[in-house]
């Protein structure tokens, strides 16, 4: 069974930054390094939405047009921990940010992902 807790989220103003982590933990023969990993966010009342993805060993990302050079998603394969970097950030980033785990395939689909954690709001304000 794969664990996954987000934290960094919080309230900020228009053009400010905040870090996303996503800390891994798993049962026995599950390992953070071979897992492709994304980011997500939920706007309320809304659908999920793909935000950001990356291989398992971090040699491709994957961004939405929305988010594309404003977000960096990274990961430390050795503290199984996964990142979303956010900078200047819009009002309309105001979301619940999940991050989710999957061994096939690196992808913008939830569906593709089996392993989700609980979320870390990030409001920002204009």
């Known amino acids: 069974q794969v664990h996954l807790v987000e934290s960094g989220g919080g309230m900020v103003q228009a053009g400010d930054s905040l870090r996303l982590s996503c800390k891994f933990s798993?049962?026995?023969?599950?390992?953070?390094?071979?897992?492709?990993m994304a980011w997500f966010r939920r706007e309320p009342g809304k659908d999920r939405d793909f935000v950001a993805a990356?291989?398992?060993?971090?040699?491709?990302?994957d961004y939405a047009d929305s988010v594309q050079g404003r977000f960096t998603i990274s990961r430390d394969n050795t503290d199984d921990t996964l990142y979303l970097q956010m900078d200047n950030l819009y009002p309309e980033d105001t979301a619940v940010y999940y991050c989710?785990?999957?061994?096939?395939?690196?992808?913008?689909?939830?569906?593709?992902?089996?392993?989700w954690g609980q979320g870390t709001q990030a409001t920002v304000s204009s």
């Open positions: 798993a049962g026995s023969g599950r390992f953070f390094r071979t897992y492709e």
């Open positions: 989710a785990a999957n061994l096939i395939s690196m992808g913008s689909s939830p569906a593709q992902y089996d392993n």
């Open positions: 990356i291989r398992y060993n971090g040699g491709s990302t």
